[in-house]
């Protein structure tokens, strides 16, 4: 799992490449399918999020809560097909 962790992605490619469903994300890391969907629409509801909130996606997709982040001066993420 490092290795996704090195690259730059969004949380809804993470989620993807874990091949979770919104659904299955929000169970996984007990919290609202809807939060899922709020901090994967908008970046500044990600970054304004509860940090437990955002370790419990984390942990759920197996990386580091700082993994989840795109700040603006990071590399774009990687386009996945």
């Known amino acids: 799992m490092t290795a996704v962790a090195e690259e730059k992605y969004t949380l809804k490619q993470l989620r993807n490449l874990r091949g979770y469903s919104r659904e299955e994300l929000a169970r996984k890391s ?36 700082t993994d989840i982040f795109l700040d603006p001066d990071s590399e774009k993420p990687k386009w996945i097909a």
């Open 30 to 65: 007990n919290v609202t399918s809807r939060t899922i969907y709020l901090y994967e629409s908008d970046i500044e509801n990600l970054r304004n999020g509860k940090y437990v909130t955002l370790d419990k996606i984390a942990k759920a997709l197996g990386v580091g809560v």
